[in-house]
């Protein structure tokens, strides 16, 4: 996928500055994009941006395919003329390092409803037409989703496999029910689509002109608790008579957890999507394609089997090893779609099996640098073990400790096999020092969470796996975009091959 060297960074929309609680999709992302552009880098990676449930986890959202309305820019509403400035003045004052998010949305889904309330009262006939234009166009997840989120709303966020009989069944008689009866609710939910996607088409315009590329993620789970379950429940394995996940997903014993992580996602009923020639997954990833330019897969491993845990343990040790169609699967995809940007996440209990589907496709995996000192010199994640070119390197990833606070968390002996491997620590810090390390290697694409840039500890972690509390609130400040950090990241960009290309 990747043909010449190039760098990024990863950092997720939520953890953006904003006045108003919550990173968003206003200046602070232009700002964000003009630094990586100052600074040589071609790669912006976020987490998925789907609306989220309990927990604010990315990896759990009520929707494959939708937008995190929490992103939408009330700054961008209010020059478009659906807010006044008024309606902004009078918000509460927000914490600047960290996303309440109860408070943001207590005071900020009001004033959606208001901006949806004046764009159907004062929407011009051209803005009414791309209204209806998107809504016909993504019509085949939109209804769906639209209709899910009001009756959500309107039952007090009551999981849906609790509704009652007829709608959890979807009966053609309880679809057009609801659907008159909450149709206010379905417009709200359809007009905040719109906008999220005007606003983030704009930006990725944006981004792409100053040859900036938007690398996603696609969790290979969705949330039980979802429309894609809802509107789907036979390709998920569930309890005929519940509606609970029969079957839920997790992975085994590993570097985070010594008793595994039980997600509790309903696992895939493969068979039947394979009956349907995977319709299901094709349209999600051809949907993901219209807002990012590189998708990474998470679980990618769960293509080639999947560990599954039976309903009501508590913890994933005692699941097992299933079988899935990967290959049929990434066939389909490729005649369908022809060649993918896709990275294979391909951390974990990795088999012989998981690399042959990945090489297969030629899908680049992942190495993170803070896997690599804690064995022997045949670690796969030490850089003169790299097989070749086409992979992705970290420094660490959403799911790790920040450079600085995983190497303050480990022992001084353990330090000293890293400090042996670098030669030395670089005045600058450890967290530069590893940056260095990344961009030296073979790897066709390096990328550093923000936090490596700011050389913070451990209080900027962004999630602890296998935890729930204070996960996904971290928050950078505008001044932390400095132009130090812009000169030193440049410098390495260049001194490592990394630079963008000159057009002639």
């Not at 003329?81 to 902004?88: G, M, N, R």
């Not at 408070?103 to 009414?128: C, D, E, M, R, Y």
């Not at 009966?171 to 983030?200: G, V």
């Not at 490596?452 to 972690?461: M, P, R, Y």
């Amino acid at each position: 996928m990747f043909d010449r060297r190039a760098s990024g960074i990863l950092v997720h929309p939520t953890s953006l500055p904003s006045k108003y609680g919550i990173g968003d999709l206003g200046k602070e992302a232009y700002n964000l994009i003009d630094f990586l552009s100052e600074s040589l880098q071609q790669v912006w990676q976020i987490l998925p941006i789907g609306p989220t449930g309990f927990g604010n986890s990315p990896y759990l959202s009520y929707s494959a395919l939708a937008g995190n309305p929490l992103l939408i820019s009330l700054e961008t509403l209010v020059e478009n003329e659906l807010l006044s400035q008024a309606d902004l003045d009078s918000l509460p004052e927000y914490p600047l390092d960290r996303v309440d998010f109860d408070l943001v949305i207590a005071t900020k889904i009001p004033l959606l409803q208001k901006a949806s309330q004046n764009f159907q009262a004062k929407a011009n006939k051209k803005q009414q037409q791309e209204f209806q234009q998107f809504c016909s166009s993504h019509s085949y997840w939109l209804d769906d989703y639209a209709l899910f989120m009001a009756i959500k709303e309107h039952l007090e966020s009551a999981s849906w496999h609790t509704w009652d009989e007829d709608i959890v069944k979807r009966t053609p008689e309880a679809i057009a029910k609801w659907s008159d009866r909450l149709s206010a609710e379905i417009y709200f939910q359809k007009f905040i689509q719109f906008e999220f996607f005007s606003q983030w088409k704009s930006l990725k315009k944006y981004a792409n002109k100053l040859g900036i590329k938007i690398f996603g993620d696609i969790p290979i789970y969705v949330a039980h608790d979802s429309v894609d379950v809802w509107a789907n429940q036979d390709l998920f394995c569930l309890d005929p008579k519940t509606g609970e996940a029969a079957s839920m997903a997790g992975v085994p014993p590993d570097y985070f957890s010594a008793t595994g992580q039980l997600w509790g996602n309903p696992v895939y009923d493969w068979e039947k999507l394979e009956a349907t020639n995977f319709e299901w997954w094709v349209k999600r990833i051809e949907g993901m394609l219209d807002y990012v330019d590189i998708m990474r897969i998470d679980h990618f491993r769960a293509f080639e089997a999947y560990w599954a845990v039976p309903q009501g343990e508590e913890t994933a040790m005692n699941g097992e090893w299933v079988e899935a169609p990967g290959e049929a699967f990434f066939n389909v995809l490729k005649a369908d779609l022809g060649e993918l940007p896709i990275v294979a996440e391909d951390l974990g209990v990795i088999t012989p099996e998981v690399e042959a589907l990945r090489d297969k496709f030629a899908f680049p995996g992942m190495k993170i640098l803070h896997f690599a000192f804690d064995s022997d010199r045949a670690n796969p994640f030490l850089p003169f073990n790299y097989h070749n070119r086409n992979c992705v390197v970290y420094t660490g990833t959403h799911d790790n400790n920040t450079t600085v606070g995983w190497f303050e968390a480990r022992s001084p002996e353990d330090n000293e096999r890293v400090i042996d491997y670098l030669g030395c620590i670089c005045p600058e810090g450890i967290h530069w020092s590893m940056i260095r390390l990344a961009m030296g290697s073979v790897a066709n694409l390096s990328i550093y969470p923000i936090q490596d840039i700011f050389g913070l500890g451990a209080n900027a972690k962004m999630n602890l796996p296998g935890t729930v509390e204070d996960n996904w609130t971290w928050r950078y400040r505008s001044e932390a975009l400095c132009q130090e950090f812009s000169d030193r990241l440049k410098h390495l960009t260049y001194l490592y091959g990394r630079q963008p290309i000159e057009e002639k």
